[in-house]
């Protein structure tokens, strides 16, 4: 008798257990990071000589406004050019469990001079 109730059991518990695994994946945080809605033109800047590609990290709120933009990697003429364009974007914010979240997230701008290409 023990062992059919016994057998009984562990043939329940191993029904269950697949349940139980769903339960536990639906339960997890998602994250949703943050998208770009509207960008601002970035215009080379016609009084430089310099190319190059250009990193910011941008800190977003959980509003979707740019709150600050730290400089990864510069080139002194085209910084300020490409500061200046992502300080106007927007962006959906990142969510966390469907929530708004301040987020960070890394842009880069390839500046090539427009007179710079193939030369024959």
Do not use: C, H
């Amino acid at each position: 008798m023990r062992r059919i109730i016994l057998l009984v059991t562990v043939v329940f518990l191993i029904a269950l257990a697949p349940a139980a695994s769903n339960a536990q994946a639906q339960k997890r945080p998602e994250f949703e990071p943050p998208q770009i809605l509207t960008t601002a033109d970035v215009v080379y800047p016609i009084t430089s000589v310099s190319w190059g590609t250009v990193v910011l990290e941008v800190n977003i709120d959980a509003n979707g406004n740019v709150e600050s933009v730290k400089v990864i990697r510069g080139i002194p003429s085209l910084t300020e050019t490409a500061l200046a364009a992502v300080k106007k974007w927007k962006f959906r914010p990142a969510k966390f469990d469907g929530r708004p979240i301040p987020s960070k997230l890394p842009v880069a701008f390839a500046f090539v001079p427009p007179n710079v290409g193939p030369r024959s």
